[in-house]
Structure formats: structure tokens, C-alpha cells
């Protein structure tokens, strides 16, 4: 058994000193409780906060909070995790040329990072227009409790992208951690169980509690039939709007199982046919001016 501490949380606002306290807070409470892995909600160090774009000096302000992974905020959780022998996926606005990234990085339980991974889908057309898009997915071997699991990343925008979860099964990926700070109702909800299902991947998300957000951080396993084809339910947990950490459990064995023998994934997927996903080119009515490519 994998366990997955969703860390719903109400942040101190663009504080990292303050966030990185509560965080570690949180994070203690994870592995009290058996916690294999501690997930935050997204951008954790500023609170998922940004800045008025009309205020240049607002704007220096919250660059200037942008942290790298040698910096304080960072290593702090590296020291907790090897402490706690828990691994800890931290988010913050990350220091980078130019404008700062929406990261996270997946820090191991012996406290080195095992990547880290910034935002590929950002939201062009608000205020994350003001951040630097990732280039690529990544994912890898975290060393648990429970044996080597291979891990990935997707942030927010990026689960209502089916390229992403699926870029990252093609990975290897068997667990896809996705940190979040947007409302979750039932379409996104039953968007990203949809990403378990079609990758046979478990999936599992961390956001802010309400009213920052409106929480239901959520966890679904692949599973969506038994063996005898009988549908079941793939839903491990659902959380309410209240702060609180909720313990998403993955049975791994049975994991592996169905992925070793069910129809989706990769086996019967036709690339020669796919194309046009690659075509850089928007047509009508899709246009955007504030789109970057």
C-alpha cells in the first residue's frame, strides 16, 4: 500500500516563512498518520497569490519571492523529509530567467530531490501569464515503504489536457500527483478521474480548503472493473471544503495487476494516426492572442 497525504490547506497569504512553518506543520501530522508521500496544494510557498499587474513595484515585490531549489524555503523540506523519512512534493513559485516558475518538486524520503517539474499549461489567459511555462513532463522511481514506485507530476491546468497524464503514462508513470488551486466540481472531478481511467494510472490531487478554494482534494485508482468485468467504484477519497489532511490509500499490487492485463494504456494505441496532435497551427474558433505556443 502507497498512502498519499492530501495536504488541504488555507495558506498564510505571500509568505514563504510562514507557509514553510505551516507546511512543515502539516507534514509532521502526515507521517504521524503514515503518510508515504505529503502533496501540497499548488504554489504553496505565496499561497497561490500574485500581484496587481497595474503596480510595477507589486510586481518586483512578488518576483523577488520566487525561491530556487539551494534556497531556505526548499531545503527546509528536504531536512524534514530525511528527518520524517517521508516524501514531500513542495510547491512554490520558483526563481528562473526571466519570469518565475509554477513548480513542484518531489523530494524523497532520504531528502534529495527526485525532480522537479514546472507548469506546462499555464493559464496564458489570467495572471499566469506572468510565469514561465515548463517545457516537458517528467517523472521517477520514488524509493517507499512499499518498493520503487515510478511517480509524475501535472499542475492544475495541466490535468484538462489528456496529453499530459498521458505523456506521462507512456512514462512509466503509476502514480500522478497533481497539486491544485482552482474550484473542483463534478466536471473537473470527473475529468480527472477520466485521466485514471484512460491510463490506468492512479491519480491523486491536493487543494486549497475553502474559501481560498473549495477543497475536495481527490484520489481515484485505475480500477474501474473487477476481474470478472463488473464496474466498480474508482474513487478513494474525497475531501469537503474544510482545512484537514485526508490519507488516499493505493493498493499496488492490485495496481499492477490491471494494468498488466486490461485494454487501455498503450497497448492498442494507433500513433500513426495521431498526427495532427503535434501540429502547432490554432484554427478558428479556437484562436487566442494571448496564447503561447
Known amino acids: ?39 501540497f496544494p499548488e504554489m504553496w510557498s505565496v ?8 503596480d510595477p513595484a507589486a510586481r518586483a515585490h512578488w518576483q523577488s519571492l520566487a525561491v530556487g ?7 527546509g523540506f528536504c531536512a524534514l523529509a530525511r528527518e520524517l523519512r517521508l516524501a514531500i512534493a513542495l510547491t512554490y513559485l520558483q526563481r528562473w530567467p526571466g519570469l518565475p516558475r509554477n513548480a513542484v518538486s518531489l523530494i524523497d524520503r532520504d531528502g534529495q530531490i527526485a525532480f522537479t517539474y514546472a507548469k506546462v499549461h499555464t493559464c496564458d489567459f489570467d495572471l499566469e501569464a506572468e510565469l514561465t ?27 484538462e489536457f489528456p496529453e499530459s497524464a498521458r505523456v506521462l503514462m507512456l512514462q512509466g508513470a503509476e502514480i500522478l500527483l497533481t497539486p491544485n488551486a482552482c474550484t473542483l466540481e463534478k466536471n473537473r472531478l470527473d475529468q480527472f ?4 481511467y484512460e491510463n490506468m494510472v492512479g491519480v491523486a490531487m491536493a ?25 466498480r467504484d474508482m474513487l478513494l477519497i ?9 490519507l488516499a490509500q493505493f493498493d499496488l499490487d492490485a495496481l499492477r495487476a490491471y494494468r498488466a492485463y486490461e485494454t487501455w494504456g498503450n497497448a492498442f494505441r494507433k ?14 474558433p479556437f484562436v487566442r492572442p494571448e496564447a503561447r505556443r
Request: charged letters at 20%.
Open 1 to 39: 500500500t502507497l498512502t498519499i497525504a492530501l495536504l488541504q490547506l488555507l495558506s498564510l497569504g505571500a509568505d514563504p516563512a510562514a507557509n514553510a512553518r505551516k507546511g512543515s506543520e502539516a507534514c509532521r501530522r502526515a507521517a504521524a498518520l503514515g503518510a508515504d508521500i505529503a502533496l
Open 271 to 284: 500513433p500513426r494516426a495521431y498526427g495532427p496532435l503535434l501540429a502547432p497551427d490554432v484554427q478558428p
Open 69 to 75: 531549489e539551494e534556497d531556505g524555503f526548499v531545503q
Open 238 to 246: 474525497e475531501a469537503g471544503e474544510a482545512e484537514g489532511i485526508f
Open 207 to 231: 487543494n486549497y480548503a475553502a474559501p481560498q478554494a473549495n477543497g475536495h482534494s481527490v484520489a481515484y485508482h485505475p480500477l474501474a472493473f473487477t476481474g470478472d468485468e463488473q464496474p
Open 47 to 54: 499561497g497561490y497569490t500574485f500581484f496587481d499587474r497595474a
Open 133 to 159: 511555462p515548463g517545457d516537458g513532463f517528467t517523472s521517477a522511481a520514488l524509493d517507499t515503504a512499499a518498493g520503487p514506485v515510478q511517480i509524475g507530476a501535472m499542475i492544475c491546468y495541466d490535468r
Open 193 to 196: 478521474r477520466t485521466r485514471a
